[in-house]
């Protein structure tokens, strides 16, 4: 009675989101299919491979019922950016005889003899049975026989939540489908069969109608907002609702079960029968007259959560530095998103195309008796190839201004495929360049997956390797850099201790070329060639090199290694090694990076500045006197180096000594350096000139910008208004984009668009289109 009467109806909590960031399932996926029966009742049940995903479809009418089901489970994965290549099932003729509808959706349907199940779905169906059998010995009342579909549900709902035994990163099947962790207490709310009051939806509320209703837990209804399906005790229906609080189960309501459960045609046994393909001789045929039909409130339009699009990622530092800074990151290149024909986006358009078959379809008992009928089609939506827009397309369709245009970004990396297609034998020669390296400098060492523990082989993480294309502020191409990363991700920071390390901060850099200019020191400029692999690694990791890089690995390597690396190479062509050395992307390569340089410059009597730990000094600039010494002052941004000292032999001394420790150390000398994406020029004496021409001429090129102004702004900067439209259409993450490219350029060489630069970062959440045409400005004054 408290429940019913007291109960208020809360204001949804804002549902928060947290996304997986996975090592990522192919995108190509093989669909098993077979039919199961418990105690006569028909279900559909596909398992995807690799992504290890299990749906089971209720089927009543066996023609209607099984083209819905088969075709809602494809689609399914075709909506969320997968694409089911193939179709693999038993004999059952019912899926067979769809051979033609699903070849007219580019899916391939493999049938293995009459009566040989597919052992996929098999073992499958075998763990659905025992969960199935278990809730129901657990249950105080006897489960009507309509109610058996969603305890099935539940189970498969349940067993997709569980971790994916093909993945060492402990994320699930149904995890890597909605791209959404597992929440405790959003997703795991409710046990079947349980007794709750649930929160209806009375209007208006102030009413003397009950706040609540007894219901009994379903399944959980795959939302957003973690509502749950339960079925209503009062009008005996299915409903779907968010808010509600578990009761105890009294004897009244398991003596109402039981009755529902004896008035119905059919029973469900405590134990009850499952057979795979063949409905079994001791089990009836569920006829559609005689189910008892529930009916369902209409589900919520948030089912299944957001799709994650990656062409929706942003990438912010378009320089050399975020390399160094955020390899532990997954990078994708904007530019392979357009013109990278391997990815797919769903074509709606194409949902609905005629798919009439003609002729050649397998003998099936299904329409043996009716000479007349005709072969089934299916409504399968396709996922379509996006053909590529190069950007004189784009600049033909109009300028930045006019509307979305997908910019193109300068120097990000690619993946090794686009890279060897792009460059052909100079991509490959970069890749074995990088392999050499890794043998050349001990990196690793092949490791046999035979000889890892449980907890190693739990702990592993993948790699990944990325080519990017490298130019010079002046805008020349300079080279191609391959990387070898560990995908760092995928470790356990609690495992570590302090993993942070420092960089110089912006402003200390610009305050030692300027102290250079004034002074008239000589500068120059250093970079170390696979700076963190001069560093031990302190603790264990092994990591999985695909098969692909594995080839490029053995190819390069000679002698044992080569012997080692081929016996240690497993059944898919990945080898495993330990990684013997700090490598990029790991969690604490960075900090052990760090603490191996600035030991040696401290043994070179470098000291560092109070201040900023990444600018040492050799000593005081001034002497007792007051007078400037020679004084050597280094700055250390990750693996770059600027040097400046009035006494070039003193230059020349600390040069030698870093090539003499760290191989492979290139020193550029001269008036012209580039340093963190800028040109520091000090031709001029006393002066330095900072620019970044280049990357602002490939910022108005991007967003074909014609035309200038005398001022990035106009009085109404800060005016903001109400009316305004919101940005739309991929418009809004153009905006975000620009803002912070140009937020880049105005931290480093372009002062005068600070401010505005600084507004307009507070309007990238929602932009509209007076944010828009304020952005116009500072690019038409640049």
């Known amino acids: 009675a408290e429940h019913k009467g007291k109960t208020k109806t809360r204001t949804a909590d804002e549902v928060v989101i947290e996304h997986v960031q996975a090592y990522p399932a192919h995108q190509e996926q093989v669909l098993y299919v077979d039919v199961m029966f418990v105690d006569g009742d028909m279900y559909l049940v596909s398992v995807s491979d690799p992504l ?70 098999e073992r499958n169906i075998q763990t659905i049975k025992e969960r199935v059998r278990g809730i129901l010995r657990t249950l105080p009342y006897t489960l009507p026989f309509n109610l058996l579909q969603y305890l099935v549900s539940f189970c498969v709902i349940s067993i997709n939540r569980e971790p ?41 509320t102030n009413s003397m109608l009950a706040r609540t209703v007894g219901c009994i837990a379903l399944c959980p209804a795959e939302t957003r907002s973690g509502s749950v399906k339960f079925f209503n005790l009062s009008t005996h229906s299915v409903i779907t609702r968010g808010q509600f609080e578990a009761v105890p189960m009294t004897q009244s309501l398991i003596d109402h079960m039981n009755g529902l459960s004896a008035g119905q045609k059919h029973q469900v046994r405590l134990d009850p029968i499952f057979a795979v393909g063949q409905r079994p001789d001791e089990s009836k045929e569920i006829a559609d007259k ?37 390899l532990n990151q997954l990078i994708t290149d904007p530019d392979d998103v357009e013109d990278d024909p391997g990815m797919i986006a769903v074509d709606f358009t194409e949902a609905n195309r005629d798919m009439e078959i003609a002729g050649n ?108 294309e490298k130019f010079l502020p002046a805008g020349s191409f300079d080279k191609l850099k391959a990387r070898l990363v560990g995908r760092g991700n995928y470790q356990d920071p609690d495992d570590y201790g302090e993993v942070s390390s420092p960089t110089a901060a912006l402003v200390s850099v610009q305050m030692t070329a300027a102290i250079a200019a004034h002074e008239g020191r000589e500068v120059i400029s250093m970079d170390f060639d696979g700076a963190y692999l001069n560093s031990p690694q302190k603790t264990e990791v092994n990591m999985e090199i695909d098969a692909e890089l594995s080839r490029y690995l053995i190819n390069v390597a000679t002698g044992d290694m080569k012997k080692d690396l081929i016996a240690c190479r497993g059944p898919t062509g990945k080898i495993i090694v330990g990684v013997d050395h ?61 040097a400046t000292c009035t006494n070039l032999a003193k230059l020349d001394e600390f040069a030698g000594s870093l090539q003499a420790k760290f191989k492979k150390t290139k020193r550029v000398d001269g008036k012209v350096h580039s340093y963190l994406g800028m040109t520091l020029d000090f031709t001029r004496k006393g002066t330095c000139s900072v620019h970044m021409d280049k990357y602002i001429a490939d910022v108005l090129e991007d967003t074909n910008t014609v035309g200038s102004k005398r001022t990035p702004s106009t009085a109404d900067l800060f005016a903001i208004d109400a009316e305004a439209s919101l940005l739309g259409g991929g418009q809004e993450k153009d905006f975000h984009s620009m803002v912070a490219r140009l937020l880049f350029a105005s931290k480093r060489a372009r002062i005068d668009i600070q401010c505005v630069v600084a507004f307009l970062t507070t309007r990238v959440r929602s932009p509209t289109t007076q944010d828009w045409d304020k952005l116009t400005k500072p690019q038409h004054l640049l």
């Open 361 to 468: 379809l397998e003998d099936t008992t299904l329409y043996a008796d009716d000479a007349g009928a005709q072969p089934p089609s299916l409504n399968i939506t396709v996922p379509q190839v996006v053909n590529p827009v190069r950007r004189s397309e784009r600049q033909k369709r109009g300028s930045y201004q006019d509307g979305p245009v997908r910019l193109r970004a300068k120097g990000f990396h690619l993946s090794t495929r686009k890279a060897v297609a792009t460059y052909g034998t100079a991509a490959t020669k970069c890749i074995e360049a990088e392999m050499s390296q890794m043998l050349e400098k001990h990196v690793f060492h092949p490791v046999h997956r035979d000889t890892l523990s449980r907890d190693q082989i739990r702990k592993l993480i993948p790699s990944a390797m990325f080519i990017k």
């Open 290 to 326: 005689d189910y008892e039909h529930l009916v369902e409130d209409e589900i919520p339009d948030d089912i299944l959560g957001p799709v994650i699009d990656l062409a929706d990622i942003e990438f912010n530092n378009p320089e050399d530095q975020a390399e160094e800074e955020f």
């Open 582 to 642: 700090a490598l990029y992307g790991l969690i604490e390569s960075g900090k052990l990076w760090y603490d191996n340089i600035t030991a040696f410059l401290t043994t070179l009597g470098l000291i560092a500045n109070p201040r900023d730990p990444c600018i040492f000094n050799d000593g005081p600039a001034t002497d007792a006197d007051g007078k400037l010494r020679e004084q050597l002052t280094v700055c250390l941004y990750v693996d770059d180096v600027l």
């Open 164 to 204: 994916s035994t093909k993945r060492h990163d402990g994320l699930s099947p149904r995890e890597l489908f909605t791209q959404m962790k597992l929440d405790f207490k959003r997703d795991l709310r409710v046990f079947f069969g349980g007794y709750y009051q649930v929160t209806l939806d009375t209007d208006p």
């Open 52 to 121: 290890d995903l299990i749906q089971a479809g209720h089927i009543v009418n066996k023609g209607a019922d099984l083209r819905r089901t088969l075709e809602a489970q494809i689609n399914a994965y075709h909506s969320r950016g997968f694409k089911i290549v193939e179709v693999r099932c038993d004999g059952e003729g019912a899926v067979s005889s769809y051979r033609s509808a699903l070849g007219k959706a580019g899916v391939r349907l493999d049938t293995a003899s009459k009566k040989a199940h597919v052992p996929v779905v």
